[in-house]
């Protein structure tokens, strides 16, 4: 029999020795659920085999897909610039298919940016549960992908393109005809009347290129997606046509974001407002436009201007 002193000394041996690649399929499973995407990918999975098969054998550990923390903390600057490289798409496309491998078709939500094409359709053919998509800022999405998201995610009830400018009204027209239960749609674009917060960042050619079809898209929401209670429009190019089309079709709105939606008059905006009497949050254009900030070619004379934009006509 060892003494109080032999089994003292020997206590601390027997812990440094303990393996833990044994631990038990519930223990694992209790400690996994607890953990943060980064840390079960690059810690708990990178730690041992048994660790790594133990994770895959529980699709729900993959559920949810959000990398949006990590794109919210970054400050901009040379980190954010580098999200525009081929290098960084390659990476997001790499989680977003192991993600949507590993879920085993459970994949219920999906947060990115910079995707692409593929990876988008890949994870969507595989993920018929799929409730929430945000792949806003993805320069290489188009309706290609999008229509497969539409054929495959049936589900769908809340989905951000919000500065995907390859996607078009067609996108919007499948996926309301096939996700008939979406509630939320964000179609918000950079600011084009003042992009100085972008340059650096954002490539000029893409800033160049915001879609000029505001009106034809909310028309389109608002035929298709007629059970919507949040839309967001920010710094659409839509006019008083695609706005007064809004409550035609979407009568159960509760948020519309219309801020910086230069095209707009307080007329209007308080007209179509008055038509939803669901309502509760409205978000006006709300920002002051210096002259420096317009184009002749864009907007042809300043009596336009003076209509839309003067501070005693456009009572927000």
Not at 215 to 221: G, H, Q, S, V
Not at 250 to 260: I, N, R
């Amino acid at each position: 029999m060892a003494t109080g002193d032999e089994a003292e000394t020997a206590s601390p041996a027997s812990e440094e020795a303990r393996d833990w690649s044994d631990m038990t399929p519930v223990c694992l499973d209790e400690a996994f659920s607890r953990l943060a995407l980064e840390d079960l990918w690059r810690g708990a999975m990178a730690c041992c085999r048994s660790w790594r098969d133990a994770a895959r054998s529980r699709p729900g550990l993959f559920a949810v897909l959000d990398l949006e923390p990590g794109f919210a903390e970054s400050t901009p600057g040379a980190e954010a610039a580098a999200w525009w490289t081929p290098a960084f798409q390659r990476r997001v496309d790499a989680m977003l298919r192991s993600a949507a491998t590993l879920a085993a078709e459970e994949l219920c939500e999906i947060r990115v940016r910079h995707c692409s094409d593929d990876a988008l359709a890949f994870a969507a053919e595989r993920s018929p549960r799929l409730s929430i998509l945000s792949i806003k800022t993805s320069p290489a999405v188009t309706d290609r992908s999008m229509l497969t998201v539409g054929a495959c995610c049936p589900m769908l009830t809340e989905l951000d393109i919000s500065n995907c400018y390859e996607v078009s009204y067609k996108s919007l027209e499948v996926i309301g005809q096939s996700c008939q239960n979406l509630r939320v749609l964000k179609r918000n674009i950079f600011h084009w009347i003042d992009p100085s917060e972008h340059v650096g960042i954002v490539p000029e050619d893409y800033l160049r290129e915001c879609p000029e079809d505001g009106d034809r898209e909310a028309i389109t929401i608002s035929k298709f997606m007629p059970k919507l209670k949040h839309l967001e429009l920010r710094f659409s190019e839509l006019t008083a046509v695609g706005l007064s089309s809004i409550p035609e079709g979407c009568k159960d709105l509760e948020v519309l974001d219309l801020f910086g939606c230069a095209n707009l008059t307080s007329r209007g905006i308080d007209q179509a407002a008055a038509n939803l009497k669901n309502l509760v949050t409205l978000v006006k254009p709300n920002f002051y436009i210096p002259r420096s900030s317009f184009h002749m070619g864009r907007y042809g004379h300043w009596q336009l201007y003076d209509e839309r934009f003067q501070t005693n006509v456009f009572q927000i």
